[in-house]
């Protein structure tokens, strides 16, 4: 959520740099905004201005165009769309005068923010003027809730005259800052002008709901202006027979400028000369590609520059994702080949002892070489109590329970059971399957299929791997 946030701080901003609008929850459209330089600036001829500005939309800022007096100097296409985007341009004057410097910025539908406007005046040329980098915050307030249209700013703004002092009883607005004089009733109009602080000018009008002032603009001629009627930004005086004055109609918007468009890289082809592979075999990966700037191939944590036409010869080790990435002006292209891998035949564990036989109560068995004895026979592995329905380890030997059906059972599973606990007791309804280690470190697993009554005896399958 960091670009609401920047864009919230965004509109605070943008409340400071011109007039005052209704208060509204949420901008419908993209936020322009000039930082630096600040407004009434001066400057001298030829003396490099360093023009600082950000942009902010919720759909993505496509572009954003900068000009000074109606006149572009800098169009940026943003690609891919951001919703929050900041740049700077440098620009000399070179005319003596009021300048007036404008951005505009769209959104993704072509949707124009309103112009933010900022003032150099420009004097003849003279030693350098140190110039300031960021606006001096004014008052906060949010932007215009209704839906504004947009157009170019005149190429010369009329500059700010000096207070004509109203007769007796005459209306009259007095300004408390620097302040626009638009061409209509909201900052929907172009500026077509700018007043200093503590100027006075003659009220001729209103608008219906007076928060905007009709005012002859400039000083003594026949023109008309408007002006803020917020009181943080005016004071009005025997304004209360006022008329209202019809809005003139709003500007149509221009269209952003066009910009070329720009093509992504294009993949001719990009393959394999095997799809599959066995292990320790080789694979030829081939490509091309046009309109790139800059090539990449990507496969596991690898990433190298290739040149088109080009190959590769590849060693890998199992199953692979290539990736050919074709990178230029307008974005980047991509194309995937995988490679798979055959598993490995896996070779067979030899057997040194299997079989199945009848164990008496009192008897051992030696898994190793598959011999039943005596209760004192060299190199047991087990003995059968049946008295206590118990099949106890001997010589170090061990057994786990595993459960499974003997078929099933492999060794991988017999080297990761834990060893050392109990065995259950066997009784007539058991059908006991487990793995054991035998006294000489090999794994086997045996099954239990049968306990007799009559004699405590048992019937046992083993198998026992050559592998410790």
Known sequence: MFWLVGLSLLLGLSACAGSPTPVVNQPTRPIAIIAAPRNDTPVAVGQEVVITFTAADVKGVSQVELSVDGQPIHVEKVNPPVNSFAGNKAWIPAQPGSHVIELRAFNIDNEPSDPAQMFVTVTGA????????????????????????????????????????????????????????????????????????????????????????????????????????????????????????????????????????????????????RETLNPGEKVTLSWDLSGAREAFLRYDDVTEGVTAPGSKT???????????????????????????????????????????????????????????????????????????????????????????????????????????????????ASRVTGCYRTSDGRYGKFFVSEWSLSDASLTMQWLTWDFR
Not at 162 to 184: C, D, E, I, Y
Not at 367 to 388: E, K, P
């Open 126 to 273: 003279g030693g350098e003027t140190s110039l300031p980098t960021s606006e001096t915050p004014g008052p906060a307030v949010t932007p215009d809730a209704t839906t504004i249209t947009l157009i170019p700013p005149s190429p010369t703004l009329t500059d700010a005259a000096t207070s004509q002092p109203p007769a007796a009883n005459q209306p009259s607005v007095t300004t408390r800052t620097g302040l626009n004089v638009r061409g209509g009733p909201g900052t929907d109009y172009p500026v077509i002008g700018r007043l200093t602080e503590n100027q006075t000018l003659l009220v001729s009008g209103r608008n219906a709901e007076t928060t905007w002032w009709q005012v002859i603009y400039p000083p003594g001629s026949n023109e008309r202006g408007w002006v803020s009627g917020d009181a943080q930004f005016t004071v009005a005086s025997n304004v209360e027979g006022a008329p209202i004055v019809p809005a003139p109609p709003k500007p149509t918007p221009a269209p952003p400028t066009a910009t070329p468009t720009l093509a992504l890289p294009v993949i001719q082809f990009f393959q394999a000369d």
């Open 314 to 428: 590849l060693s890998p080790s199992k199953t692979t994702v290539y990736t050919l990435l074709a990178r230029g002006p307008a974005g980047d292209t991509t194309a995937q080949v995988t490679v798979k891998m055959n598993a490995a035949t896996a070779t067979p564990v030899p057997i040194v002892n299997d079989g199945k036989s009848k164990i008496l109560d009192g008897q051992t068995i030696d898994f190793d070489r598959g011999v039943i004895q005596g209760a004192d026979g060299a190199g047991a592995d087990f003995h059968w109590d049946g008295g206590q329905k118990k099949f106890l380890p001997r010589n170090g030997a061990s057994g786990a329970f595993v459960g499974d059906v003997f078929e099933d059972i492999r060794l991988n599973d017999c080297r990761s059971v834990t060893y050392g606990q109990p065995f259950p007791d066997v009784t007539t």
